[in-house]
């Protein structure tokens, strides 16, 4: 059985004028590093959804996960049902693009959501 104990983050921003609209962060002690990947995606995809947002940007350091992302397949079936959720929140949409990005510019998302979770938890 593995066990992974680790976390992933999103952050929602709006690029005119700039500006942080949301952050999470989660942990899934029972998930592997591309299903937290995939569903820190998911959430923060979810809230821009709701949000209206026509162009979406998601940048992740998991090459592998944007692969999958990027084409109509389901990928890996650690990440199906997360594949098939983002599928079809891309129809209707002006633009979702995907981009590999270094770990050390992810690390900013999780500092922030972790950041923001401090400061909504404090009442």
């Excluded at 709006?14 to 942080?20: A, M, Q, V």
């Excluded at 109509?72 to 693009?97: C, F, K, N, T, Y």
């Excluded at 270094?102 to 950041?115: H, Q």
């Amino acid at each position: 059985m593995m066990h992974w104990g680790a976390g992933a983050g999103f952050v929602i921003a709006c690029s005119s004028p700039f500006r942080i609209l949301g952050a999470g962060y989660e942990g899934w002690p029972w998930a592997t590093p591309m299903r937290m990947e995939a569903e820190a995606i998911r959430i923060g995809l979810r809230f821009a959804c709701t949000l209206g947002i026509k162009q979406i940007k998601i940048c992740s350091d998991s090459l592998s996960v944007i692969q999958t992302l990027q084409v109509d397949g389901l990928g890996p079936p650690q990440i199906q049902e997360v594949v098939a959720e983002i599928q079809q929140w891309r129809q209707g949409r002006q633009s979702m693009e995907f981009y590999k990005v270094p770990r050390e510019l992810v690390r900013a998302p999780e500092i922030l959501a972790r950041c923001a979770r401090g400061l909504t938890n404090q009442g």
